[in-house]
């Protein structure tokens, strides 16, 4: 087994997909001609979007995701080797600051935001594994 997509159920997929391509250089891939879901091109494994009143009448019950509420307890991480520069233009790109860009004492920069809707993203340095 693998991993394929990580989904965020959001109000609006194709601003959420806006967004992550302003904030974080991430390129559009597939969008359903209903705007009920979104992929974006990340790599092997795609970040997703889906409409949550799509999800919800399907039958899934979950907490949306809001900047207003505290962010779920799940994040993603987006890799780059200038974590400065990546958090300032999602902050310009509106994302909200959650931690300011710091060395760990395992020699990773990282820092967090949240984005438009709330959910919790990760912006660090590679591991060297």
Known sequence: MKLGNIIIYVEDVGSSMDFYEKAFGLQK???HHDSNYGEMNSGETKLSFVKESFAMQM???????RLKDPPA???ITLIT???????TKALD???TV???????PWGQSIAYVRDLNGFLVEIGSPTGR
């Open 81 to 87: 080797e200038h974590v400065d520069k990546a958090f």
């Open 59 to 65: 039958g899934l019950a979950f907490k949306p995701n």
């Open 29 to 31: 891939g597939y969008l």
């Open 73 to 75: 307890g799940v994040e």
């Open 93 to 95: 790109a509106g994302a």
């Open 98 to 104: 959650v931690m300011e860009p710091a060395q760990k």
